[in-house]
């Protein structure tokens, strides 16, 4: 069988291809991979590379071994999720042409990856971490480019996903088969090879056509700084860190415990015994009213089918509408709903921070990620339309904050032995921006003066002076801090403090009153970002954040966007010294100390012991140094610590 000749499948061949890259200063490239650890880049195996550039496109197959035709069936045992043995029909396929082997197509690579050309892929770390195993662990030279970042740089509200972005831009849908997404191990060779040549081909296509526009839009020393963060990043990935195993499976033996007994809680205070994994049966004694059995509250947040339904013109029901967290939490205060935001809360960490690292044994949808005692987490620079990081497997934003039980998860993570981890946390960031915005006020002087952003707060709203200052009006005052860069109501400012909504709503209102400048920025950011063609506000480093919302006719909807547009002002700008940040202390590390962690506004380092004091020194002047302090009118610091367990640093 012929094949095209953007497949490359001889030396000769790849040669040629190799030849022609080299005369060029960029070139775009992709990698699909296999094995139950297929997106764990220091583990998984590829079996094909993509790449593009002026003039020339091609995929390099290494080892797929499905050809491209049905020749027969046969029975094959399969364990299900019950953990029973099934057998199942499946086809026999033709075998696939004879391929270059892996260390062929790398040493022939090797002039083109320790170049300095501009390498160009989507989701850059994940590429470039795959293929460093072949290389001797070593990832390609750098410079690096990421379109994903660009996609996100360009337009944070679109999909930045590479197959959402060209059906947008060129209307073109080259993976109708989610043949990424399912594995191209089960697909055949010939499509699978279209399938990875147009990766590569549109992620160099997507780099011509939005690199441009970061001109445009004034950008280009904030996307440099982006792209210069992806080494630290790749280091984190596949360094990994590491975590002891038996912290998280006695905490998951508690979990599961204590999800028993707030189980038997919500069925005593609901009057009945019913389905807690069943949103209808939940939704049943939610919103049904009284009379019938329910708590008779009144839905708010539709499910998408119920949107759909709603658009559609149809009829809703109970059923449209969620009992996730979120359209929970205005009926806290339910008893019933208490419970079941409770029992909720110990699901979520079970399946995130348990189940979710350790795995489920014969689920395959859950595998044990926990490699050699490390997790090899993702994160994205630009999960978040903020610009923060956002991470997965596991999401450690969703770490409990100062609670017992995110201190639990916390303690898993660990130091190597002989080895430390130094905690860098910004002390009070969102806060330290909002005073530097505004210039002046009596936060901004508290920052002069060496006063703790919630003390001097409590301090003006409760009228005493700072030394008197106790820790329950600290606590109302840290509500109030909260809620302003939030856009918090009195509701999460009760609830935080620990005291009524009415007394909330007495505190917020001389909040008010104490900090007038401070609602009169907050006042300047949205009505400025209104003006704006398309409504937008920026961040410290200038990144936009497009807000079409703010002209909305709906009070709802306007209201919203502009929360989200002060906020996104503020913890955008945080996002943004957090990566600057990262940049700076990544030349400054010593030898053999390796960022393994980034948090919100937290970085950890993991460093031999006997270099831990000259590591966390290189962190501080990375975090805090003078060319940091050059961007702010208020100090900027830092909680420091030398610990061996993440939990040990706060």
């Known amino acids: 069988m012929a094949y095209s000749r953007n497949i490359v499948l001889s030396t000769d061949h790849l040669e040629h ?183 590569s081909l549109f992620t160099w296509l997507l780099y011509l056509k939005l690199d441009p526009l970061i001109d445009k839009l004034g950008i280009r020393d904030l996307c440099d700084l982006e792209m210069a963060n992806i080494p630290g990043i790749l280091d984190m990935v596949m360094h990994g860190a590491p975590v002891d195993a038996s912290v998280l499976r006695e905490f998951g033996d508690e979990l599961r415990k204590r999800k028993v007994d707030i189980q038997a809680e919500v069925y005593k205070r609901a009057g009945k015994v019913f389905n807690l994994g069943s949103s209808r049966q939940k939704a049943e004694v939610l919103y049904l009213p009284k009379s019938k059995g329910g708590q008779g509250l009144k839905p708010m947040m539709l499910t998408d089918g119920g949107i759909k339904k709603k658009k559609t013109g149809q009829k809703l029901d109970i059923y449209d509408y969620s009992t996730k967290a979120d359209a929970l939490e205005p009926y806290a205060k339910n008893p019933v709903v208490e419970k079941i935001l409770e029992y909720q809360a110990v699901e979520k960490l079970i399946s995130t921070y348990v189940d979710g690292i350790l795995g489920v044994e014969g689920n395959p949808d859950k595998p044990c990620i926990l490699i050699n005692g490390r997790v090899h987490g993702s994160f994205n620079p630009v999960g978040a339309r903020t610009g923060r990081f956002s991470s997965s497997n596991p999401n450690l934003q969703n770490i409990p904050s100062r609670t017992e039980d995110g201190r639990r998860i916390r303690s898993a993570y660990c130091a190597d032995p002989g080895y430390a981890l130094v905690v860098f946390d910004y002390s009070q960031i969102e806060l330290v921006l909002l005073a530097h915005f505004i210039g002046k006020g009596a936060l901004f002087d508290g920052f002069w003066n060496g006063v703790d952003p919630h003390t001097m707060t409590a301090s003006l709203v409760f009228g005493v002076p700072v030394e008197t200052v106790a820790k329950e009006m600290r606590s109302v005052a840290k509500g109030l801090n909260f809620a302003i860069v939030y856009g918090a109501g009195p ?151 030398i610990v061996e367990r993440w939990s040990d640093a706060k």
């Open 17 to 199: 291809v190799v030849r022609h890259f080299l005369r060029h200063g960029a070139f775009s490239f992709d990698v699909e991979t296999v094995d139950p650890h297929r997106n764990i880049p220091p583990y998984n195996t590829v079996t094909w590379i993509s790449l593009a550039t002026y003039g020339m496109a091609v995929t390099i197959p290494m080892g797929h071994e499905r050809g491209d035709r049905i020749i027969g069936q046969k029975k094959e045992p399969r364990l299900t999720k019950t953990g029973k043995i099934q057998n199942r029909t499946v086809h026999i396929w033709s075998k696939a042409p004879e391929q270059l082997r892996p260390s062929q197509v790398f040493e022939a690579l090797d002039p083109l990856f320790s170049s300095d050309r501009l390498k160009i892929a989507h989701n850059a770390v994940f590429d470039l971490g795959s293929i460093a195993k072949y290389r001797e662990g070593k990832p390609p030279a750098e410079p690096y480019y990421d379109t994903q970042i660009t996609c996100a740089l360009v337009d944070e509200n679109q999909l930045k996903s590479l197959k959402a972005q060209v059906n947008r831009i060129w209307g073109v849908d080259y993976d109708k088969e989610e043949i990424g997404r399912t594995g191209v191990d089960r697909f055949p060779f010939s499509q699978v090879a279209r399938y990875s040549y147009l990766d």
């Open 491 to 641: 509701a999460t400012v009760a609830d935080m403090a620990g005291i009524s909504v009415d007394e909330a709503k007495t505190h917020m209102a001389t909040h008010r009153k104490m900090f007038p400048e401070i609602y009169r920025y907050r006042n300047y950011v949205i009505s400025t970002a209104r003006r704006q063609k398309p409504p937008h506000v920026r961040t410290l480093l200038g990144r936009y954040r497009r807000l079409p919302e703010l002209l909305s006719s709906n009070d709802e909807v306007r209201a919203r966007a502009e929360r989200q547009a002060f906020n996104a002002h503020i913890q955008g700008s945080g996002g943004d010294l957090m990566k600057l940040a990262m940049v700076r202390l990544r030349k400054r590390l010593p030898k053999g100390a390796t960022m393994i962690l980034t948090v919100h506004d937290e970085i950890v380092v993991h460093a031999p012991k006997e270099i831990s004091e000259e590591v966390a020194e290189a962190v501080r002047e990375a975090a805090t140094g003078e060319e940091i302090q050059k961007l702010f009118r208020v100090p900027v610091t830092g909680e420091l610590a």
